[in-house]
């Protein structure tokens, strides 16, 4: 089987070849140009399939909330203008009959960690996504939870500080104001002046001010994983982000949070996310292989 998957996102359109023992071929991106609208995105992919021969299923992972049914857009935000309602999957199989599975890109990612990664053997799990927000997915008996509209797992919108920080959902005291990997980048520069990316922030480790924001930053991420323990009783989180890839940060968040947890709930880890770039366009593609 020859599986062509796409993984949507702000900045790029990455896509690769995928084989039924779901080897990644060929890789490669373009840019999303998300400004230019939706309906742009959905041309630019049309071309790429139509340059493609004997493609017999594709996979779509997207950035926005997607109701994975009927493979459409039910909301975007504003990033990708005029996205929300795309039906995408309809679009891609009136054009080229090819079979098509559509998927938000946090959920793709989570079944690519749930069958080839870091939670690859565990039925039940949660995933967050550490970014410029915090994405999150929930796994329930080997089945991805969706929630009556497709949006279950919006971990970076629960409250962890009431009446705290403005938050782009409108919202404020978010998990993701205070936890997600820019929270930290904005945290450092409030207390240093200085604008520094996550690689330039661990590069200064030693510096004892960052350092301290860096243990601070933890403190919040510990904070919001403490009530979704107490929900899920996980025994695996799949924690994700190129910031996790920090080895301090999630040796820490183990430390602190089992110093949280009544002890019955000691039994979680978390664990990084294995697939990295690779789990969104793995998890599309296996969806894809499992339609019938
Ligand atoms: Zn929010």
Not at 126 to 151: N, P, R, V
Not at 153 to 161: A, D, K, L, P, R
Not at 176 to 204: C, D, H, P, W
């Amino acid at each position: 089987m020859k599986i062509l998957s796409f993984d949507i996102g702000g900045t790029e359109i990455k896509y690769a070849f995928c084989d039924e023992n779901f080897n990644l071929t060929e890789k490669k991106s373009v840019p999303t140009n998300a400004h230019e609208g939706g309906a742009r995105i959905i041309e630019r992919i049309m071309k790429i399939i139509k340059g493609c021969e004997n493609i017999d299923r594709i996979g779509i992972s997207t950035a926005g909330q997607v109701d994975s049914v009927k493979g459409e857009i039910i909301f975007a935000t504003d990033s990708i203008p005029g996205y929300t309602g795309t039906k995408i999957k309809e679009i891609i199989e009136s054009e080229t009959g090819i079979p098509t599975a559509v998927e938000n890109d946090v959920n793709s990612a989570a079944i690519g960690e749930a069958v080839f990664g870091a939670a690859k053997g565990f039925d039940s799990f949660i995933c967050l996504t550490y970014g410029t927000g915090i994405g999150g997915a929930i796994f329930i008996d080997g089945k991805l939870f969706t929630g009556c509209s497709f949006s279950a797992g919006e971990f970076g919108h629960i409250v962890s500080h009431a009446g705290g920080k403005g938050c782009t959902c409108g919202g404020f005291g978010c998990y993701e104001a205070y936890a997600s990997a820019s929270a930290l980048v904005n945290a450092v520069k409030e207390k240093t002046g200085k604008s520094m990316n996550g690689r330039e922030i661990f590069e200064n480790f030693e510096n004892p001010q960052i350092k301290n924001v860096i243990d601070c930053w933890i403190d919040e991420i510990v904070i919001g994983l403490k009530s979704l323990v107490y929900i899920f009783n996980p025994k695996i989180i799949v924690a994700g982000g190129g910031i996790m890839n920090e080895q301090y940060i999630t040796d820490e968040i183990n430390i602190r949070l089992q110093k949280e947890l009544m002890p019955s709930f000691r039994k979680v880890r978390v664990v990084k996310a294995l697939m990295g770039n690779d789990a969104n366009k793995l998890g599309a593609a296996y969806l894809a292989s499992k339609i019938n």
